[in-house]
């Protein structure tokens, strides 16, 4: 009998550790100033950046793209100065900012010629988010010219 009760506890320890094991990590905090400091660096210096709130919430790669596969907005149909880039990178900011999305780092962004979203995640990497196909691509130097920033507003 005791060394089934032992059993039972390991099996339980073993239950209780797989279970903590896979939550999810933490969302991290990022103040005003770690956001900004975040996008200036992956940006340069010549991009407007226009952050409202005292602070954000990373959101991982994973999570992002999981959240992306619920979201409608890229299954809009693209209509070429009617229902374009800008306007898909609107909507998903709108769809962004409701309840339970709108703690993350994640804006609205728009180069000279395209506009889409960017947010930020736990180890301060910008990603880019093409809304019209849910693609995300990490801010990198050797980007399209497309994708060289020009403004964000978060």
Known sequence: MRRLKSWLFVGLL???????AS????????????AY?????ALGDDCSLMLVD?????ISKAD????????????????PEYHDC???????KGAVSGPGM???????????????????????QVYL???????IIPVEKDLPEQYHTVMVLM
């Not at 939550?23 to 770690?34: A, H």
């Not at 005292?54 to 990373?58: E, R």
């Open 54 to 58: 005292n602070s954000y919430y990373s």
């Open 14 to 20: 073993a239950l209780v550790a797989a279970v903590l």
């Open 37 to 41: 400091d975040a996008l200036r660096e």
């Open 64 to 79: 992002m793209h999981a959240w992306l596969e619920t979201d409608p907005t890229n299954e809009g149909k693209y209509v």
């Open 86 to 92: 800008d306007d898909f990178a609107f909507r998903l």
């Open 102 to 124: 709108s703690k993350y780092a994640i804006a609205w962004a728009c180069s000279e010629v395209h506009a889409y979203n960017l947010f930020i995640s736990p180890d301060r």
């Open 23 to 34: 939550k999810p990590k933490k969302d991290k905090k990022l103040r005003w100033k770690t």
């Open 129 to 135: 988010i093409e809304p019209q196909t849910d693609q």
